[in-house]
């Protein structure tokens, strides 16, 4: 697979011409040049209400939850099927990284909105959709007026695209298949190699918090069950008897966030994928809304209290600035007893008791629990000279995790890079594909 991480050599065609087009640039000599609506045909609104649901989702069409939808909503959807083209031609200016075309390969129906286009010619299909994936990335997302800048057919009708000779649209679409598909099956393997680094950073926090670092320490029962055995000096104590809880409820919404402000802004919406709240996190409120009982600071844990899935429930970020937050809904804060518990050795505990409370979740498509819950929690508590040792492990330990992690990342985007030059290059001629 490293073949496919770097620069390979491919022919070009003897002669070019203007496409007439920027995001096309030239193209060969040889190949047509078409407006789109000679190319495909807007298909007149055909409601189907036994089809499934459905939407586009990173140009893929996708089926969507039925139950989610009201009869009278879907009564009122329009059918795509296999073969055809969906486009959701709504709110580009809200999404600029979603891919927004694709070929079904389904048949569903979904919202009116979208556009549905049926080809007008013959053509390949499958290369039609890499063109008009660079299409709806270069240029589509442009188009349209508006706040919610939404576009119709009429808005993409006239544009230009590329038309090849059949025969090579097919050995392009065959080409991009194949070497996509070998892209995409390396993403997918450093993807599952950073999961199991972040699998493996969990459980090495998750045994030093509950046996600690010495092999040879005599153990205990500890009497939680999900703490089980424990150094035997080391105490196990309720929560709420090493830290204190607040329940936030500062009523800043996202969309009032500032870039610069007097008070860090702790909204749900923009910490519940992060680890810890650093000098690279800027989102920020004025005094407006500032209560005394909402503050954050250096040291304090938040805590994810409110969730759409049960994984995300309880998740911990860590408060590492010296200047002071303000908490947001949606989320509570653990500010630890600091003469029992140092800051970060609370922080790594919560990484691990966190899995617990959600044994107290509530809720079917939103999951919560309360501070009524937290009170329950026991967390072990070793001497803090030893729990300053321990964090000290734990943040060595998980350096060398995360490098390995930003490592795979940076070689994930060089592919994705890569995929995205070779589907440019090959559907505008930039390359010659045999």
């Given amino acids: 697979m490293a073949m496919l991480a770097t620069k390979a050599t491919y ?46 989702s990173f140009g893929k069409v996708i089926y969507k939850a039925d139950e989610k939808v009201t009869e009278a909503t879907k009564a009122s959807y329009q059918e795509v099927l ?101 892209i995409d099956r390396a993403i997918a393997q450093k993807e599952k190699l950073i999961a199991l680094l972040k699998e493996r950073k969990q459980i090495m926090i998750q045994n030093v918090v509950t046996n600690g670092l010495d092999p040879n320490a005599k153990i205990k029962y500890s009497g939680v069950e999900w703490i089980g055995e424990i150094p035997e000096h080391w105490e196990v104590k309720k929560l709420f008897g090493v830290c204190r809880f607040v329940r936030g409820n500062s009523t800043f919404s996202k969309d009032q966030l500032l870039s610069d402000g007097e008070f860090v802004a702790l909204q749900y919406g923009k910490l519940y994928k992060i680890t810890e709240v650093d000098e690279k996190y800027e989102f920020y409120v004025n005094n407006e809304f500032y209560k005394d009982s909402q503050v954050v600071n250096h040291g304090d844990t938040i805590f994810i209290s409110t ?68 009170k329950t929690i026991y967390t072990p508590v070793p001497p803090i000279a030893e729990q300053n040792i321990i964090v000290q492990h734990i943040e060595l330990q998980s350096t060398k995790i995360d490098k390995a992690i930003a490592l795979q990342k940076q070689q994930i985007e060089k592919l994705k890079e890569l995929k995205s030059t070779l589907i440019d290059s090959a559907v505008t001629g930039k390359i010659k594909v045999s």
Avoid at 91 to 96: E, F, H, I, K, S
Avoid at 124 to 131: A, D, P, Q, V
Wanted: charged letters at 20%; hydrophobic letters at 35%; a positive charge.
């Fill in 307 to 374: 969730s759409e899935t049960i994984e995300d429930l309880g998740h911990s970020v860590f408060y590492k600035r010296n200047d002071l937050g303000l908490l947001g809904g949606e989320q509570m804060l653990l500010k630890p007893n600091m003469d029992t518990v140092n800051s970060k050795y609370l922080y790594f505990s919560s990484t691990v008791f966190s899995k617990e409370l959600r044994k107290y979740a509530t809720g079917i498509k939103v999951f919560r629990f309360n501070i009524n819950d937290l």
């Fill in 11 to 56: 022919q070009k065609y003897l002669s070019y011409k203007e496409s007439g087009e920027y995001w096309m640039g030239d193209i060969p000599e040889h190949w047509e040049i078409k407006k789109l609506k000679h190319v495909f045909q807007e298909k007149k609104k055909v409601t189907n209400p036994n089809l499934n649901c459905g939407s586009i």
């Fill in 82 to 182: 296999a073969g055809e083209y969906l486009v959701n031609p709504l709110n580009l200016n809200y999404d600029l990284i979603s891919l927004r075309i694709g070929l079904s390969d389904i048949n569903v129906v979904v919202s009116s909105g979208y556009i549905v286009l049926k080809n007008a010619i013959k053509l390949n299909k499958s290369y039609f959709n890499y063109l008009l994936h660079r299409y709806d990335v270069a240029y589509m997302k442009l188009l349209g007026s508006g706040v919610r800048q939404t576009i119709s057919f009429n808005h993409i009708a006239n544009s230009l695209l590329a038309y090849p000779p059949i025969e090579e649209q097919t050995a392009i679409a065959n080409f991009l298949d194949d070497k996509t598909a070998k």
